[in-house]
């Protein structure tokens, strides 16, 4: 089990300010651009707000000994506002998306801060995850990679390939979430694929401590993760809400991209505020 | 020459903690079982699990590592190739994506284990380098090179086994990364090529001699990025320069040479052999099924006219 002295806690009442917060700048960021996949980002806030701010450790310096990899980069709007947030990102940077002289785009790119890896094909972040946790298995070093799947990223054959090595490799040190919003751009994965179900079986089964939780309960994303046996990698099915918080979004597939109209902005505003109230 | 390359990643990976080998299910030849003995840590088999590998290979460069991917190069190239492309070349990672028993070595395993447009498909990729080296002792070279570098992913590709030294002792340049080598330097005709057909042009400069030429042969053991200015000089300085080398007409070292030539307006003559834009279908030993694309001493030594036996 690796050293948990150095976590942060976890404040359910902070964390619900801070995910009113992410959503509304993303609501706000919606407005510059046609574009943003706003309902993948609204469906894994609670989780990597948890990641940055409830399970990765700190330095006095602000740096972290430990890794996240976005791995389903097209839900990357909430972690660009959580760097902003952090200060690892400026307001310029993502008042700049998607525009020509920015540098943030609809998907992650490495090189840019806080961005550990470039995604958005989906399938490339577990494999890299494992890479990174044996790296820090062989330098001795204690880092703990997080990374966060979509659930449809789970119907890749190389995201299986990545489950195998990882398990097999005892790559204790990794943490992977799958946000399972049982959305895809055709429909309910339940309905398209049924064989995709049960999630949490599958893992096991390859040798994974596995838990599921409601991935928008803050506190209970991060009693999942610190409560972990360990000696195993650990998966997250957090089951979630596309488009959570904004009634004419959840579950309707357009909203995976598209930006709201200044009308829908005014009433998806109004719905996350009345919400956190 | 797969024995050469495990003996210097060794010295290498015994040289530099940083140093990783990911293979996916192929046999540890030569000094790979030592580095898989001495260095369990750092000897990753993914098993049969190409896109993994290099996932894997990705995540230990991000992290500062030093990483080698290997199998038959239809499979560390091919099979993961947008692995390839976005988590090595997009990221631009220092990582050597070995291909081993490249072209057409596998010869009675069938297309589906033959190589024969990855330098045109390797070379298509951003921030991908490719070195093609001609001889075990250029694979050496080449390996403690890709061992050290940072600039990004490199394509090694490698021949397979008892492959013969040309280089080792009497070549007339040293091996530079992007510079093209002169093994012999001669004056009227230059024959260009790289990987182990390299042996075929040396044998066919001996039948140029034998008719009292004078002849270079250059291992342009740098495919990405080419030495443009070295292949200008080459089409210059010779009255008649010949292109050998097992891969597909397009994208390799034959149509680059023919647009250095026009760009510089060579007036050389110029002759390429390569392999056809065909899939082979017939069996065989690795030479039979390279002159069943024209690759044969004998045809191309006619068509040069260095056609009289030495």
């Not at chain 1, 009442?13 to 509304?24: D, I, S, V, Y």
């Not at chain 1, 579950?251 to 995976?256: G, M, S």
């Not at chain 2, 026009?262 to 082979?280: G, N």
Request: net charge negative; hydrophobic share 40%; glycine share 10%.
């Amino acid at each position: 089990m690796h050293d948990m002295t150095r976590r942060n806690f976890c404040d359910e009442a902070a964390a619900r300010e801070r995910c009113l917060r992410f959503r509304k700048r993303i609501l706000d960021i919606s407005q510059q651009v046609q574009a943003l996949h706003i309902g993948s980002a609204y469906s894994c806030t609670e989780i990597v707000d948890c990641i940055y701010y409830g399970l990765m450790r700190r330095k006095p310096d602000g740096t972290s000994p430990d890794t996240f990899l976005m791995s389903k980069g097209h839900g990357c709007m909430i972690q660009y506002v959580v760097l902003e947030e952090r200060g690892v990102l400026s307001r310029e940077d993502l008042d700049l998306y998607c525009k020509p002289n920015g540098r943030l785009g609809c998907h992650p790119d490495y090189g840019n801060p806080g961005i550990e890896a470039s995604t958005g094909s989906l399938g490339h972040g577990l494999s890299m995850a494992v890479g990174m946790a044996l790296a820090e298995r062989g330098r001795r070093t204690d880092g703990i990679i997080y990374t966060v799947l979509s659930d449809g990223e789970v119907q890749e054959g190389s995201t299986w390939e990545a489950v195998m090595m990882a398990s097999s490799f005892g790559c204790s040190n990794l943490v992977a979430f799958v946000d399972n919003n049982d959305f895809q751009s055709l429909g309910r994965t339940s309905e398209t694929h049924p064989s995709f179900y049960p999630l949490v079986d599958k893992f096991t089964a390859f040798g994974w401590e596995t838990v599921e939780v409601d991935g928008h309960d803050s506190l209970a994303v991060f009693e999942a993760v610190t409560s972990r046996r360990g000696g195993r990698p650990f998966m997250v099915v957090a089951k979630t809400t596309k488009g959570k918080g904004v009634s004419y979004m959840e579950n309707v597939p357009i909203w995976h991209y598209r930006s709201p109209s200044p009308k829908e902005y005014a009433q998806a505003a109004a719905e996350l505020e009345k919400a956190a109230s | 020459m797969r024995n050469t390359f495990s003996e210097a990643l060794y010295k290498a990976a015994t040289a530099n903690p940083d140093v990783y080998i990911v293979v996916a299910d192929i046999s540890p030849a030569g000094s790979m079982g030592k580095f898989r003995d001495q260095y369990p840590e750092r000897f990753i088999n993914v098993g049969v699990a190409e896109q993994s590998m290099i996932g894997i290979c990705a995540g230990l460069a991000l992290k500062g590592c030093q990483p080698f991917a290997y199998t038959i190069a239809t499979f560390t190239l091919y099979r993961p190739f947008e692995m390839v492309r976005d988590d090595l070349c997009y990221q631009n990672l220092p990582v050597t994506v070995v291909g081993m028993g490249a072209g057409v070595i596998y010869s009675t395993l069938g297309g589906t284990h033959h190589t024969q447009e990855d330098i045109a498909i390797a070379g298509a990729l951003p921030n991908m380098q490719i070195i093609a080296p001609c001889d075990p002792a250029e694979c050496t070279e080449a390996t403690l090179y890709c061992a050290q570098q940072r600039k990004g992913p490199i394509y090694l590709r490698l021949g397979k086994a008892g492959e013969p030294n040309f280089t080792d002792k009497a070549a007339v340049d040293p091996w530079q990364f992007g510079k093209l080598r002169y093994i012999k330097r001669g004056a009227d005709v230059c024959i260009l090529s790289y990987g182990i057909i390299m042996q075929k042009a040396m044998q066919l400069a001996e039948k140029f001699e034998a008719q009292g030429k004078s002849v270079s042969v250059v291992s342009c053991h740098t495919l990405k990025p080419l030495d443009i200015a070295g292949i200008e000089a080459a089409l210059h300085r010779h009255k008649h320069v010949i292109v050998i080398e097992e891969h597909a007409p397009q994208g390799g070292l034959a149509s680059r040479t023919k647009q250095v030539a026009w760009d510089t307006r060579a007036q050389c003559r110029l002759d390429t052999f390569t392999l056809q834009d065909a899939f082979i279908h017939n069996y065989g030993s690795h030479d039979e099924l390279l002159a069943a694309h024209g690759l044969e001493l004998g045809a191309i030594a006619a068509r040069v006219g260095a056609g009289a036996a030495p």
